[in-house]
């Protein structure tokens, strides 16, 4: 009799450590850390078009970029030219400019080396010097500047790639080349909600970013 209690006490042992060897008493809790880490990875997964359009979209919104660690506004006066380090080439022909009328490659220079051409437009009622226009695009060449620092969104800055500018602002609307053999990228867009839509071209040599032009126009 007491070797049968003894028999069967060690079979109920042996079934025990059966059952503990291949985990089923902790099924469910070993497949819940694998659920629990499947939804975060989909949590944290970046949307690159997202990324873009709110890399771009400061444009629409701010209408302003930073040159020399000062922020250029658009759609605002020459003030903001002097406010970047910038001055007006030759003021020859621009002292009355006509309710309505718009001038184009303005040129403008900087102590640096820096270049820049702007579209201005004169939105008032009376005609006004170009010191009175708003101005409506910016071209910046990097020319032979070596200190002039410069933030577009997301902090792309002279002599960065066509890589790291596709990456950060996914593709553009048209790829080319210029008269010269340089690439040319073109982003943009229009906002009917706020009447104002940009475009940008960035210019790029075997130096990475060399010239950037940033047009604004009225959406109706």
């Not at 596709?166 to 706020?194: A, F, H, I, Q, V």
Request: hydrophobic share 35%.
């Amino acid at each position: 009799m007491v070797k049968k209690i003894i028999a069967v006490c060690a079979a109920a042992i042996l079934v025990t450590a059966a059952l503990a060897g291949c985990g089923c008493e902790n099924s469910d809790a070993k497949e819940t850390p694998t659920t629990s880490t499947s939804q975060s990875s989909k949590v944290v997964v970046s949307d690159p078009e997202g990324a873009r359009v709110g890399t771009l979209n400061i444009f629409l919104n701010s209408r302003s970029f930073t040159l020399n660690e000062k922020v250029l506004h658009f759609l605002a006066d020459d003030s903001q030219m002097q406010y970047v380090g910038m001055k007006i080439a030759d003021e020859t022909g621009l002292d009355a400019i006509e309710p309505g009328q718009t001038v184009k490659d303005v040129k403008y220079i900087s102590d640096s080396g820096l270049v820049g051409y702007v579209t201005m437009k004169n939105d008032s009622e009376v005609a006004t010097s170009y010191k009175g226009c708003k101005y409506y695009s910016v071209r910046l060449n990097k020319g032979t500047s070596t200190d002039v620092t410069l933030h577009l969104p997301n902090k792309i800055t002279w002599n960065d790639s066509v890589d790291k500018v596709k990456k950060t602002y996914g593709e553009p609307l048209k790829e080319s080349k210029t008269s010269n053999g340089n690439k040319l990228l073109k982003y943009g867009e229009d906002s009917k909600e706020n009447k104002v839509g940009y475009t940008l071209q960035l210019v790029f040599s075997d130096k990475g970013l060399v010239e950037f032009t940033i047009e604004f126009h009225e959406v109706k």
